[in-house]
Nanobody, 113 residues
Framework: VQLVESGGGLVQTGGSLRLSCAAS????????MGWYRQAPGKQRELVAS???????NYADFVKGRFTISRDNAKNTVSLQMNSLKPDDTAVYYC????????WGQGTQVTVSS
């Protein structure tokens, strides 16, 4: 299983970014996909997840600002991030769950004040 993320970068407070993750090596439609993040000195935390049928779950700190989506035909999952805050600065990781956890390499998101 391979997960390749893209879309991180530097943005000002209030700006937007879109992260994407492409999966290979697995039957994508049977998986739960998610985005996690880890800030320096903090534990990795769940940002959002989406099941194969499209049921979503969001951390309270991103509700109303972030939207997770998936395209089972293209084996991709995306995270649209709006109204970004400096506290959103972290390395964002794509996660795939099927019998075990698989992780992408991470992509840096930096929000300047």
């Amino acid at each position: 299983v391979q997960l390749v993320e893209s879309g991180g970068g530097l943005v000002q407070t209030g700006g937007s970014l879109r992260l994407s993750c492409a999966a290979s090596g697995i039957i994508f439609g049977t998986t739960v996909m998610g985005w996690y993040r880890q800030a320096p000195g903090k534990q990795r935390e769940l940002v959002a997840s989406i099941t194969s049928s499209g049921t979503t779950n969001y951390a309270d700190f991103v509700k109303g600002r972030f939207t997770i989506s998936r395209d089972n035909a293209k084996n991709t999952v995306s995270l649209q991030m709006n109204s970004l805050k400096p506290d959103d600065t972290a390395v964002y990781y794509c996660n795939l769950k099927r019998l075990m956890d698989y992780w992408g390499q991470g992509t840096q998101v930096t929000v300047s004040s």
